[in-house]
């Protein structure tokens, strides 16, 4: 039988674990995060990662979350004309110049939603 390109790989991955057995350093395994810790006997034992003392881990800077990840918005869908969604992003637009900060669509649905709620009490 002639031998595989891959026979030096596969021997070399069966005796990689081996090395505990002898007394070496056994080496971690590959994107797993434990460490591989050599005990009595032939056989390794894995040590499982560290758990945090109870502290959340810091974000670093980036973007802040938006309303897509606040569970009090709800995303909808909504059937309007185009004449009409266009002039009313170019009158939020306007809006924004004058005052320096753009208000967004969905503010502006919201404020006019629950002014209609408002109104029918």
Do not use: C, H
Not at 11 to 16: G, I, L, S, V
Not at 71 to 90: E, G, H, L, M, N
């Amino acid at each position: 039988m002639s031998r595989s390109k891959f026979s030096d790989a596969l021997a070399a991955a069966k005796n990689k674990g081996k090395a505990s057995i002898r007394g070496e350093e056994a080496t971690p395994k590959r994107g797993a995060g434990r460490e591989m810790t050599p005990v009595k006997g032939s056989e390794t034992q894995e040590k499982p990662p560290e758990q945090p003392t109870g502290e959340l881990p810091r974000r670093g800077p980036g973007r802040p979350s938006g309303k897509r990840s606040d569970p009090d918005f709800q995303p909808t869908t909504a059937y309007i004309r185009k004449a009409t969604y266009r002039s009313v992003r170019r009158a939020l637009m306007d809006e924004g110049e004058d005052l320096g900060q753009e208000r967004e669509y969905s503010e502006l649905i919201e404020e006019l939603l629950s002014g209609w709620l408002a109104s029918r009490t």
